[in-house]
């Protein structure tokens, strides 16, 4: 894919941002990249804008505000960014445990990368980046709980594009042909000003 090669789909979108969710491993930031360079928009790890806000890692975060002041941290940086236009975010894997995180994400258009947790559980495994919330005993077990929680969250995106390990590329490109069947279509104005009738029962055209 060339820089804005899908440039009507992305006038389409007249600027809404693109939400990616899904769980750790899934692929957002990957996937995300080639997105936003198909469609001419900039790309945003919303993980690394909160490292940088923060001035420390996540899991130096998770070690000394636990859980909760990570997602409220989280919760801030998701309002900054929907405030901006013309976005591909690739947001944390718990960003749906919050409502508040809805209400800026549903401003635009959210799509889960869904993948089954065999492929999930081979990619952390390969992956070296430390992921607090991944630091069990039994990784399986953990992956799995936190999939049967969230996985009822996930689905309430816009868009759903399952994956079987295919590369990000093609990944980005099962969300570029999906994306037109979910763009809401803006009401067209009328072709005729609309006519009215007054109290007298006199017809007149309104002002549109």
């Known amino acids: ?42 790309f945003v790890d919303a993980d690394a804008v909160l490292e940088q806000a923060a001035g420390r890692t996540i899991p130096e975060i998770f070690a000394s505000d636990g859980e909760e002041g990570f997602r409220a941290l989280e919760t801030a940086v998701l309002g900054q960014i929907s405030s901006w236009h013309s976005l591909v975010v690739a947001t944390g894997g718990g960003v749906v445990t919050r409502p508040e995180n809805w209400g800026h994400m549903q401003q635009g258009v959210v799509v889960w990368l ?14 070296p980046t430390p992921r607090p919330l991944m630091a069990a005993s039994d990784p399986r077990a953990r992956l799995e709980a936190l999939l049967a929680e969230r996985s009822p969250l996930y689905s309430q995106a816009d868009l759903t594009i399952s994956q079987d390990g295919a590369p990000p590329a093609a990944v980005a490109e099962q969300v570029l042909e999906a994306l037109p069947s979910v763009i809401r279509s803006r009401p067209a104005p009328p072709a005729q000003p609309a006519v009215l009738q007054n109290d007298e029962g006199q017809f007149t055209q309104s002002l549109n």
């Open 1 to 42: 894919m060339t820089a804005a090669s899908h440039a009507s789909l992305a006038r389409r979108l007249e600027g809404l941002n693109l939400y990616l969710v899904g769980m750790m491993g899934t692929g957002k930031s990957a996937v995300g990249r080639p997105l936003a360079e198909a469609l001419g928009y900039r």
């Open 114 to 127: 869904e993948a089954p947790a065999a492929l999930l559980l081979e990619r952390l495994q390969a992956d």
